[in-house]
């Protein structure tokens, strides 16, 4: 296993990419990437139409050929080993890949025998969790775009693998369906810390499922960032504007709301609030603090992607 330091406790490495570039003739797909996932981590990878996103799962996944650079899969890097330690992994790559003509079932079935699982309550667990218990006998043909896709979760989930890596996997899901993938997601992270590499167009799903995100431009890695400290640099939260920061300092303190930062004589930023708007204006009036306006701050990863963007174009161009 590879291991990072941390100042309070060791944590695991998943997956990385060093210095990772792949060429498709002249073009030049992807320029020294440099990716790091923890073991336990959702990783939401983020990049417009050609950014890159699919070309890093196949080159991990051994689909497409690796030209330059390193990766390191749960602790191996290349060769017979890293081959083997693709047993560990599940994927949905671009589509999930299934037998048209075979059932649900049989094609877990399949799966199952292929992957050496002996358990036989193995298939119908997977059949339940993601959701396909009434379609079991129903041919892969059959089913709608968003079952297709619970069946390509299923294939991959069997064998219960450490990481999973899910191209676009919410693609076809209807907003029900959505909401239960994204349960399912956080279950199998939480409870057995299946780390996810995860990619998708819907930014705001994204968001709400990922611990951690990368954010792909034109074939370069151009930011990695835990969702915590995105949302501090993205300023999600409460700016109070008013004429005495330090009083208010001490009130908000007094009123444990969180994390608070003030920004300059007239305005504190309140982080992940706690705390009542309505109580926090009150508290800080009888205090004899002005408040002119308390004004919601509504941070997005769609703000933050645009931003990263622009300055990424910014910077090209110069
Ligand atoms: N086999 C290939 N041959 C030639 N060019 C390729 C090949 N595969 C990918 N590319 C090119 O590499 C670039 C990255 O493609 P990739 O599929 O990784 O993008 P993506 O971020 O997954 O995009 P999307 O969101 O549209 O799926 C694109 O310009 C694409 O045209």
């Known amino acids: 296993m590879v291991y990072v330091e941390g100042e309070e406790k060791m944590t695991e490495i998943a997956l990385q990419l060093q210095h990772v ?16 996932i923890n073991r336990g981590d959702i990783y939401g990878l983020i990049g417009e139409n050609g950014a890159g996103k ?19 899969l749960l602790g191996q890097t290349s060769g017979p080993k890293y081959r083997e330690t693709l ?22 079935r399949l799966v199952a025998k292929q992957k ?10 997977t059949i339940e969790l993601v959701g396909l218990s009434e379609k079991e006998k129903s041919k892969a043909q059959k089913l709608s775009l968003g079952q297709r896709q619970r069946l390509g979760l299923g294939i991959a989930l ?8 899910l191209d676009e996997p919410i693609n076809g899901l209807d907003p029900e369906g959505i909401i239960e993938f994204r349960r399912l997601l956080k279950q199998l992270n939480q409870a057995s810390q299946m780390t996810i590499l995860i990619s998708s167009h819907i930014l705001t799903e994204l968001y709400q499922v990922s611990t951690r995100f990368g954010f792909i431009h034109r074939g370069r890695l151009i930011k990695e960032i835990d969702k ?22 001490q009130v908000l303190d007094r009123l444990r709301v969180g994390k608070f930062t003030v920004i300059d004589d007239k305005h504190v930023m309140i982080y992940n609030l706690v705390a009542d708007a309505g109580l926090i204006n009150r508290e800080l009036l009888t205090a004899g603090v002005r408040v002119s306006e308390i004004e919601r701050r509504e941070g997005s990863l769609e703000s933050y992607y645009t931003q990263l963007i622009t300055d990424a174009n910014k910077q090209e161009a110069n």
């Open 54 to 72: 699919t070309t890093i799962m196949r080159l991990i996944t051994g689909l497409s050929p690796l030209q330059k650079g390193t990766i390191t």
């Open 116 to 125: 050496g699982i002996v358990n036989p309550d193995e298939v119908d667990d």
């Open 21 to 36: 570039s792949k060429r498709f003739g002249k073009h030049q797909a992807l320029d020294d990437v440099d990716l790091t």
């Open 87 to 108: 047993n560990r992994v599940g994927t949905i790559i671009e589509a999930p890949a299934f037998f048209p003509h075979l059932t649900v079932m049989q094609n877990l």
């Open 158 to 165: 069997l064998g219960k693998p450490d990481l999973l890596i």
């Open 228 to 249: 915590t400290s995105m949302d501090e640099a993205n300023q999600s939260g409460l700016m109070v504007h008013v004429d005495n920061v330090d009083t208010t300092s």
